[in-house]
């Protein structure tokens, strides 16, 4: 019972938006830094960003650095990234991760160590 699920993935032309969303079950989200990573086909994993347990502190890759903005909301057990102006680059499936601390490390690595993981969403990006 105790998961995590994204959900907000799918087509979409470059130069758009999505918004993706990571949400909690059978465990409150509250203490947890949640980090975004994304795997492409063919590619090793690379972390996209972290926020912290409660949401004043974030960390981007600079691949995604002024377009994609992590939030939280923990009252609905929910974590966000909002993916704007997005590239054919961007391609890959999205996980969300609950990292066994409160804040986010200093800089973004390429995978996270967590304590739970999603089931990941796709997202692409082609015209």
């Known amino acids: 019972q105790l998961q995590l699920v994204e959900s907000g993935g799918g087509l979409v032309q470059p130069g758009g938006s999505l918004r993706l969303s990571c949400t909690a079950s059978?465990?409150?989200?509250?203490?947890?830094?949640i980090a975004w990573v994304r795997q492409a086909p063919g590619k090793e994993r690379e972390g996209v960003s972290c926020i912290s347990s409660r949401g004043g502190g974030t960390n981007y890759a600079d691949s995604v650095k002024d377009r994609f903005t992590s939030s939280r909301d923990n009252a609905k057990n929910t974590v966000y990234l909002q993916m704007n102006n997005l590239k054919p680059e961007d391609t890959a499936i999205y996980y969300c991760?609950?990292?066994?601390?409160?804040?986010?490390?200093?800089?973004?690595?390429?995978?996270?160590?967590?304590?739970?993981w999603g089931q990941g969403t796709q997202v692409t990006v082609s015209s």
């Open positions: 991760a609950a990292l066994g601390r409160y804040y986010c490390p200093g800089y973004v690595p390429q995978n996270y160590e967590a304590d739970y």
């Open positions: 059978g465990f409150t989200l509250d203490y947890y830094a």
